[in-house]
T-cell receptor, first 115, second 112 residues
Framework: DTEVTQTPKHLVMGMTNKKSLKCEQHMGHRAMYWYKQKAKKPPELMFVYSYEKLSINESVPSRFSPECPNSSLLNLHLHALQPEDSALYLCASSHRTGGGTDTQYFGPGTRLTVL | TQLLEQSPQFLSIQEGENLTVYCNSS?????LQWYRQEPGEGPVLLVTVVTGGEVKKLKRLTFQFGDARKDSSLHITAAQPGDTGLYLC????????????FGTGTLLAVQP
């Protein structure tokens, strides 16, 4: 089983709303990632969690707040977003960070629209 | 800075034609992955190549990793409309981080 699930599938929010994106995997992976993807462009890394600790923050604005409650779950809390934050948000997981030929498996994404 | 260049950027072909997508870099990668992504969906892993010169086949898809592990190619034989999508290569440096460097992407449309 190489499934990463994400909810919701679609989200529309206003600039004053607070919402959360959720990601779950049950593959025993200890590394989880958030990416942002604009149409027809490659994914851009936002955050990396390794063993439930934030290991990489790619200078993401503070209106995006990641959280890793346990090894299977990854959340992305959203607050005071801008219309330009509208994108497909992808979650991924891998066995671990570093070493070997670790492969990242992606979820189906959450299509976010900020009005 | 985009370190992985893919070519072509866009490709529209007829069903049954063959095509090759290239992924080039000046950096050496410990491994390279190819993904296919359909609109509104997440990237789906096609293959991981690790050894310089390695060739892997997946039905009508043939993947090659360059001898120096700086480049890769994806060849599709007898393309079908179901092959339509965004093809992404992604390189990994290895070491203490699993950060993927994504290529610029190739958008393929196969017309019936």
């Amino acid at each position: 089983d190489t499934e990463v699930t994400q909810t919701p599938k679609h989200l529309v929010m206003g600039m004053t709303n607070k919402k959360s994106l959720k990601c779950e995997q049950h593959m025993g992976h200890r590394a989880m990632y958030w990416y942002k993807q604009k149409a027809k462009k490659p994914p851009e890394l936002m955050f990396v969690y390794s063993y439930e600790k934030l290991s990489i923050n790619e200078s993401v604005p503070s209106r995006f707040s990641p959280e890793c409650p346990n090894s299977s779950l990854l959340n992305l809390h959203l607050h005071a977003l801008q219309p330009e934050d509208s994108a497909l948000y992808l979650c991924a997981s891998s066995h671990r960070t570093g070493g070997g030929t670790d492969t990242q498996y992606f979820g189906p994404g959450t299509r976010l629209t900020v009005l | 800075t985009q370190l992985l260049e893919q070519s072509p950027q866009f490709l529209s072909i007829q069903e049954g034609e063959n095509l090759t997508v290239y992924c080039n870099s000046s950096s050496v990668f410990s491994s390279l992955q190819w993904y296919r992504q359909e609109p509104g969906e997440g990237p789906v892993l096609l293959v991981t190549v690790v050894t310089g010169g390695e060739v892997k086949k997946l039905k009508r898809l043939t993947f090659q990793f360059g001898d120096a592990r700086k480049d890769s190619s994806l060849h599709i034989t007898a393309a079908q409309p179901g092959d339509t999508g965004l093809y992404l290569c992604a390189g990994r440096y290895g070491g203490a981080t699993n950060k993927l460097i994504f290529g610029t992407g190739t958008l393929l449309a196969v017309q019936p």
